[in-house]
T-cell receptor
Framework: DTGVSQDPRHKITKRGQNVTFRCDPI?????LYWYRQTLGQGPEFLTY????????KSRLLSDRFSAERPKGSFSTLEIQRTEQGDSAMYLC???????????FGSGTQLSVL | GNSVTQMEGPVTLSEEAFLTINCTYTATGYPSLFWYVQYPGEGLQLLLKATKADDKGSNKGFEATYRKETTSFHLEKGSVQVSDSAVYFC????????????FGQGTRLTINP
């Protein structure tokens, strides 16, 4: 069990650029979650997958955001035309099933200049 | 709506002191309640949880009791250690089918030797 890994750890980009983050969940965890955490606040739910199916998206996830989990293993989160308000820590978590505890990755820190 | 309010931080204590971090919640149903901890440079980790009223969650010397009448889930520890220094997040979940957590803003705890 190597834990949930996220890549990159840090990303600095200019406003208007597109960025993509990757999350590798714990092997055989069928549920995968994305959260966003801004400075001084707790994480906020963005979206989650069961296997390859995206089952729910928060209203926080504007149409500039898209998440995929094509083979039910790793996931990517893409932000198009980044804005300064997108600067945050993006957290990924996985679990083995219904009601099971979440295991969080260390996150990707995005800074939009 | 659903929300979690935590005691403002930062909190600084001496080693072996008694710790309380207050947490209250507002929910439209009957939530499960959680405490997560984030050590420096690491991902969020589940510390303890309680799924129904009067349940007590406990782990690593920390305890919290689900109080429906006061809508609270205060975190306590009788004797803190330097290694307990971290950020603590209270959270709720209303959805047993998915761990769609609503977090408080976090409380930074520093323990001095």
């Amino acid at each position: 069990d190597t834990g949930v890994s996220q890549d990159p750890r840090h990303k600095i980009t200019k406003r208007g650029q597109n960025v993509t983050f990757r999350c590798d969940p714990i092997s055989e965890h069928n549920r995968l979650y994305w959260y966003r955490q801004t400075l001084g606040q707790g994480p906020e739910f963005l979206t989650y997958f069961q296997n390859e199916a995206q089952l729910e998206k928060s209203r926080l996830l504007s149409d500039r955001f898209s998440a995929e989990r094509p083979k039910g293993s790793f996931s990517t989160l893409e932000i198009q035309r980044t804005e300064q308000g997108d600067s945050a820590m993006y957290l990924c978590a996985s679990s083995s099933g219904v009601g099971e505890k979440l295991f969080f990755g260390s996150g990707t820190q995005l800074s939009v200049l | 709506g659903n929300s979690v309010t935590q005691m403002e931080g930062p909190v600084t204590l001496s080693e072996e002191a008694f710790l309380t971090i207050n947490c209250t919640y507002t929910a439209t149903g009957y939530p499960s309640l959680f405490w997560y901890v984030q050590y420096p440079g690491e991902g969020l980790q589940l510390l303890l949880k309680a799924t129904k009223a009067d349940d007590k969650g406990s782990n690593k010397g920390f305890e919290a009791t689900y109080r429906k009448e006061t809508t609270s889930f205060h975190l306590e520890k009788g004797s803190v250690q330097v290694s307990d220094s971290a950020v603590y997040f209270c959270a709720l979940s209303l959805f047993q089918g998915a761990q769609k957590l609503v977090f408080g803003q976090g409380t930074r705890l520093t323990i001095n030797p």
